[in-house]
């Protein structure tokens, strides 16, 4: 109807003919009528036309929030539509579908991941209406697989104050994993915070460097109060400026309030340096890598955002693997589709979807990229005692590929999952 807001997924700047964002301009020619708003394929930008700023009560006074932007007419002062980082949450609740939308979305969900060969998903920034939700469809049995539900710092919040409470029908099959806090924003985005400049900058400003989503200090008391209360706290990190900022929150945490075995994790952890590394291994810190930069992004961090040598390094399982740390490695979807064979894949090639080679040095055996996504995945959920190896004892997880994923690694993205079991029942046949 007239005056509803029009909402699009997905659209990947760099490879749009212009090599730019829509502007609101450019969204305007679509409808004045509708607000409409756009996200980018990071999830960390979002466009949007005049009818929707004027919705969400953007205009030329409107003052950029702490860890976010408004991009504007370089002339007017007026915003061109684009909205970076913590500036898009004022689009937040046009995220938050209706029961019946929200049970076809799952239903999809659960689909796509089994027959990607998914036994245990995870939501990675989750509300407190999506910890109810998914609990509630749990219970009834309208999940088919396992879930962790890492609450996000509206719904952790929430959650030590009072405000909110969540109890797991079965934690075996949905629980709360670890707090998640968004430190940077995205490479491609250029709004992931590097210590030194971007290859090629995104405007006139040859020091532009990205920013942090969260002041150190204010990153440290945040991970220092969670970590206290004894939960696992998991931060997005791409940025190697980031990426220090993390660690520095991580040892402030532990130094106030020493803990065993805490397994705080790095989310991202693309542009790790070897000295972060060596401090992630000193602080038994888990990097989760995505490897599937390489073959998404890996042409355009090599010419655009990174250079040559940066982009060589990045997601650097090996320089991982070679320190003894254990690490996982994602999709992030959706940013990217669910396939986890093709992310073994790339953590074992490094090719990009050119075919290019990115980073031969970084790249990890093929048992090692396995593990990264049963064993060592379950270890970062403290599950690996319930799942991620074939023992007695275990819970029933298993995959059945159409030939070894060992035979061929060249072509692990070309297996297919012929059959997924869970908790011993056979949930997906080819």
Known sequence: SKGDWVVGMGYDDTLLAEKRHPTRVDLDRASTEHPIAIWHISGHLAAVNSAGLERVGIDAETVDAEGGR???D?????????????????????????????????????????????????????????????ARLSRLGLIPLRV?????????????DGRFSFASPDPLWIRQGAAKIIGDGSIQGYTGYLSAPYHVPPGDDPEYRGYPNIAREELIEIVTRYHAQGLQVAVHGNGDACIDDILDSFEAAQRAHPRPDARH?????????????????????????????????????????????????????????????????????????????????????????????????????PTQALRAVTIDAAYQHFEEGDKGSLEVGKLAELVILDRSPLDDPEHIDQLRVLETIVGGRTVYRA
Do not use: C
Not at 281 to 302: C, K, M, Q
Not at 330 to 358: F, Q
């Open 74 to 134: 370089p002339q007017t002062g007026e915003p061109d539509g684009v909205l970076e980082e913590n500036d898009t949450h004022v689009l937040q609740p046009l995220l938050s579908p209706g029961l019946r939308d929200s049970w076809k979305i799952v239903r999809e969900a659960s689909r796509r991941y089994l027959a990607a060969g998914v036994t245990t998903a995870q939501n990675g920034y989750a509300t407190p209406q999506q910890m109810n939700g998914l």
């Open 148 to 160: 962790i539900l890492w609450p996000g710092q509206e719904a952790t919040d929430s959650l030590l």
């Open 265 to 365: 994790v790095v989310i991202h952890a693309q542009m790790a340096r070897d000295d972060q590394l060596d401090r992630m291994a000193e602080l038994n810190v888990i990097p989760s890598f995505f490897s599937l930069h390489t073959y998404y992004w890996g042409d355009r961090h090599r010419e655009i955002f990174m250079g040559p040598e940066r982009a060589a390094r990045m997601s650097p399982a090996r320089s991982a693997m070679d320190r003894g740390l254990r690490f996982t490695i994602h999709t992030d979807a959706p940013v990217v589709p669910m396939e986890p064979l093709r992310l073994v894949w790339a953590a074992v090639n490094r090719r990009s979807s050119s075919g290019a080679s990115i980073g031969e040095a970084e790249r990890i055996p």
């Open 70 to 72: 408004i991009r504007r």
